[in-house]
């Protein structure tokens, strides 16, 4: 795989069944290098296999499609001429869609009623003389109190909050009139879900008094109308989000986690699956265990014998049913990440990844899965494997090894993932294919602290971030230079984020195993980072402990230990690792005289290697495969 080869790397969105299962709608979307962008329309496949899919729609950037309850319409997520996400509509038969929404900022999160005739969603109304029509360096200033105002790919939002809507579709032959606007709370409103029987929505949110200073959320209850008076159905106590409910609408489920007495002790917590009456009359009850796999995913779906939800279980994102009473069954599972999924009319799809492929659409059954799609052509991904070390205390560090063709002795990359509550897994990941491509051997694991692997594990580097993570961590480099495929004397360290932070760490704690390194949109001051990241009130407590604790925990403490070539790459645009966090670290090594670059892109932000403009990540890859053929 190369650099460019990212343009075979398409992505489906969450499926769509047909009320009767019989098919799914669902986005195709691939990084276009023409035209620098993200360009993808809609599909749809009969689920009994049929028949080979067939692209439903012309658009070349749609998206998030959903049938509606009655089966005669898909609304869909469509820019309209100033680039702004608005909800269209076309018959399930195909034809010309119509827009219904003209929100400033576009809209998401849209939801159908049970009888087809409205639809629920989320818009964010900006102030006035805010960004619609105006140049943004000459906004009027903004007065910010509190800690709480900006995230990372948005931005400023206090002056933009997401609020819920109910409109009606527009008829192609008539018009549909303003659309109400049913909350009002200075907030952001979470994507609404409405009850089997169409009188209530339900949504997530943070509206107690003293939300700027804690990380709960709850689930709230209200009518879809103007002015409706809202009921909150969690006791603000957890974090709660991923809403669904169950097939008599009776019994909310939701993904969520305690977080403590303080509301912000929520490092490595296990997230679960819980539900509640959605009449509020008893205390939400967790249906999963705090050791069992992590759930995740954008929601939980009732169905007849409990709740579908996703769950990360060492490297593997899976389909679980849960039961009423807790009971885990697994519909699928094995090596691959499971994006997404639906379930109608007795039928379940999923959209998931494997080793070899970056995602079809599946057929669950008692049977076991069967592709619906086979898109993904063009790369033929190198081989990975599996490796479990030990760190000097016994416990085991999973993780995996892509080894370049050849003989070899190859040079290593030792790779860290972000989080540091994340987690390597089971896919074809981009950064190990390009660079096993390269002639780089690849180590990559999921030391104490990642997810999957459940809470205890998860929390165990609490107040000793550095040197914890480096001891599995080099444990596990270790481990892989045993095959005498690999060359230990040509060794690197790259990372981004709190893999950022450890490369650095690593590079001056443990300088000698390495010949160079590349540290990437990382966190290598505690004390600034605090009140420069979007999250930083609220995490570093948490994770680093008492600020007498923050120059020893902080990389660039040791800055002046860096003795191999280091590149620093960063994001004009971060808000969640601020640019002035690799500008320290690059003026204490240059001013020592040491080699140094850094690598700045305009307009990005802290998803860049994710979902960065084509041009840039192609950009990127270049530069760190220039970086490791000078030093490696």
Not at 188 to 212: K, M, Q, Y
Not at 270 to 277: A, D, E, I, R
Not at 372 to 385: M, Q
């Amino acid at each position: 795989m190369k650099p460019a080869d990212i343009a075979h790397l398409h992505g489906i969105g969450a499926p769509s069944l047909s009320p009767d299962g019989s098919r799914a709608v669902f986005s195709v979307v691939r990084p276009d290098l023409e035209e620098d962008a993200y360009l993808g329309s809609l599909w749809t496949v009969a689920t009994d296999g049929s028949e080979e899919p067939r692209r439903l729609t012309r658009g070349d950037r749609d998206r998030a499609p959903l049938h509606s309850p009655d089966g005669r319409w898909i609304a869909f997520l469509r820019p309209d001429e100033n680039e702004r996400p608005q909800l269209h509509v076309l018959p399930t038969e195909g034809g010309d869609p119509w827009r219904i929404t003209d929100h400033p900022l576009g809209v998401s999160g849209h939801a159908w009623s049970p009888d087809s005739t409205r639809l629920a969603y989320n818009a964010r109304i900006p102030e006035d003389g805010r960004y619609v029509d105006v140049v943004p360096g000459k906004e009027p200033p903004r007065r910010i109190s509190t800690l709480k105002y900006q995230f990372d790919g948005l931005g400023y939002y206090t002056d933009r909050w997401q609020h819920i809507f109910v409109g009606a579709p527009i008829d192609p032959s008539g018009e549909a009139g303003e659309p109400t606007r049913v909350t009002t709370a200075e907030a952001d409103h979470g994507n609404p879900i409405w009850t089997p029987d169409g009188t209530t929505l339900v949504f997530g949110a943070s509206l107690h008094e003293d939300r700027d200073l804690d990380l709960y959320q709850d689930v709230w209850a209200c009518a879809p109308e103007a002015g409706a008076e809202l009921r909150r159905v969690t006791r603000g106590d957890l974090n709660a989000r991923s809403i669904g409910f169950s097939e008599d609408g009776t019994t909310v489920y939701f993904v969520g986690e305690e977080i403590g007495s303080t509301g912000r002790d929520f490092v490595g917590r296990q997230s679960g699956l819980w539900s509640v009456p959605l009449d509020g009359s008893e205390a939400p009850a967790r249906l999963t265990g705090t050791e069992d796999p992590r759930m995740t995913g954008e929601r939980a779906q009732g169905i007849d014998r409990g709740a579908l939800v996703l769950g990360e279980n060492r490297g593997a994102v899976e389909l679980y049913l849960v039961s009423s009473d807790g009971e885990r069954t697994t519909l699928l599972g094995g090596k691959r990440q499971v994006q997404s999924f639906d379930h109608a009319g007795g039928v379940t799809v999923a959209v998931a990844a494997g080793e070899r492929d970056s995602g079809e659409l599946y057929l669950v059954s008692e049977d076991g899965p069967r592709a619906l799609t086979s898109f993904f052509e063009g790369v033929d991904p190198l081989p990975v494997a599996e490796v479990t070390a030990q760190a000097p205390d016994g416990y085991p560090v999973h993780g995996w090894l892509a080894v370049p063709e050849g003989e070899g002795p190859h040079p290593v990359l030792l790779m860290i993932h972000g989080g540091p509550f994340a987690q390597y897994g089971h896919w074809l990941f981009d950064e190990t294919q390009v660079y096993a491509a390269a002639g780089y051997a690849v180590a990559f694991c999921n030391p104490r602290g990642s997810s999957g692997y459940g809470q205890e594990h998860g929390r165990a580097i609490i107040g000793s971030v550095g040197a914890s993570s480096s001891t599995d961590l080099l444990a596990f480099l270790d481990e892989v230079l045993q095959d005498e495929r690999l060359d230990s004397s040509r060794v690197g360290v790259l990372g981004g984020s709190h893999g950022g932070f450890m490369t650095t760490w690593l590079a001056g704690n443990h300088g000698e195993r390495f010949r160079a390194a590349i540290s990437e949109r990382a966190v290598n001051a505690i004390d600034s980072f605090r009140g420069s990241s979007d999250i930083g009130a609220h995490f570093v407590e948490p994770l680093y402990g008492p600020r007498e604790t923050w120059v020893e925990q902080s990389p660039i403490t040791y800055a002046d230990r860096i003795d191999v070539p280091f590149l620093i790459i960063h994001s004009e645009q971060d808000w969640r690792c601020p640019l002035e966090q690799a500008q320290r670290l690059f003026v204490e090594l240059k001013k020592r005289g040491h080699e140094t670059e850094m690598l700045v892109f305009p307009g990005e932000g802290h998803e860049l290697s994710r979902s960065g403009l084509p041009s840039h990540r192609v950009a990127r890859f270049e530069a760190i495969l220039d970086w490791w053929d000078r030093h490696l």
